[in-house]
């Protein structure tokens, strides 16, 4: 025969309705102050990727002569928007003259270089051939970077034993084949102002050039 333990009411100590009030306070405040921070969380790392995207916007490193110049500039985007550029290889009086350059009047009267040039005088281009970017010199590969405060205040600096860098040529037609030439590149110079290192990285050109 089965017993039914019976316990009086008066042993079970149970919150009042203030008790029960108070806590439902404190646990709406809780998961409320969560969820901000969950959001504000959210909302920093959207933007973060956004900023991210957008600097990462560059063209392909392509070789088709898809008329594209770009880099970073200190980890920012280096467009040239147009679609051709002033490049060349020719054989002139015996040696090779090399030189591409691309623009980008966002960064004109800023604080970081506005123009990027690469020239070469006495070097013959191999497609496949990976080539140091040191002072400007018969024989050498330069990579230059301008810098524009005002009108009246500009700077040129260049590559050098210090601050160097390499460009590999990826594609060059050369005789029957279309005059392409492709490559990609990247180089210090130090800044004319701060005399802090300006890293020009991820550089890539692909364009028809004149011979």
């Given at each position: 025969?089965?017993?039914?333990?019976?316990?009086?009411?008066?042993?079970?100590?149970?919150?009042?309705?203030?008790?029960?009030?108070?806590?439902?306070?404190?646990?709406?405040?809780?998961?409320?102050?969560?969820?901000?921070?969950?959001?504000?969380?959210?909302?920093?790392?959207?933007?973060?990727?956004?900023?991210?995207?957008?600097?990462?916007?560059?063209?392909?490193?392509?070789?088709?002569?898809?008329?594209?110049?770009?880099?970073?500039?200190?980890?920012?985007?280096?467009?040239?928007?147009?679609?051709?550029?002033?490049?060349?290889?020719?054989?002139?009086?015996?040696?090779?003259?090399?030189?591409?350059?691309?623009?980008?009047?966002?960064?004109?009267?800023?604080?970081?270089?506005?123009?990027?040039?690469?020239?070469?005088?006495?070097?013959?281009?191999?497609?496949?051939?990976?080539?140091?970017?040191?002072?400007?010199?018969?024989?050498?590969?330069?990579?230059?970077?301008?810098?524009?405060?005002?009108?009246?205040?500009?700077?040129?600096?260049?590559?050098d034993l210090e601050y160097t860098g390499e460009l590999t040529i990826t594609r060059l037609g050369t005789g029957?084949?279309?005059?392409?030439?492709?490559?990609?590149?990247?180089?210090?110079?130090?800044?004319?102002?701060?005399?802090?290192?300006?890293?020009?990285?991820?550089?890539?050109?692909?364009?028809?050039?004149?011979?």
């Open positions: 025969m089965k017993q039914v333990l019976h316990l009086p009411f008066s042993t079970i100590s149970l919150p009042s309705n203030q008790n029960f009030r108070i806590l439902g306070q404190s646990l709406t405040q809780y998961f409320v102050t969560k969820l901000i921070c969950l959001f504000s969380l959210l909302f920093l790392l959207f933007a973060c990727d956004t900023d991210d995207n957008n600097d990462d916007s560059l063209p392909e490193a392509t070789t088709t002569g898809a008329g594209t110049f770009a880099c970073r500039v200190d980890g920012k985007s280096f467009i040239d928007p147009g679609s051709t550029f002033n490049c060349f290889y020719q054989y002139i009086d015996g040696i090779y003259h090399f030189g591409i350059g691309g623009e980008d009047e966002d960064y004109k009267d800023s604080n970081r270089p506005w123009s990027l040039y690469l020239l070469s005088e006495n070097v013959e281009l191999e497609q496949g051939q990976t080539y140091q970017l040191l002072t400007e010199n018969s024989g050498n590969v330069v990579g230059m970077a301008f810098f524009s405060y005002s009108p009246n205040e500009n700077y040129l600096q260049q590559t029957n084949d279309p005059h392409i030439l492709s490559g990609t590149f990247w180089f210090d110079v130090v800044h004319p102002l701060t005399s802090e290192t300006v890293h020009i990285t991820d550089g890539r050109f692909d364009t028809m050039y004149l011979e």
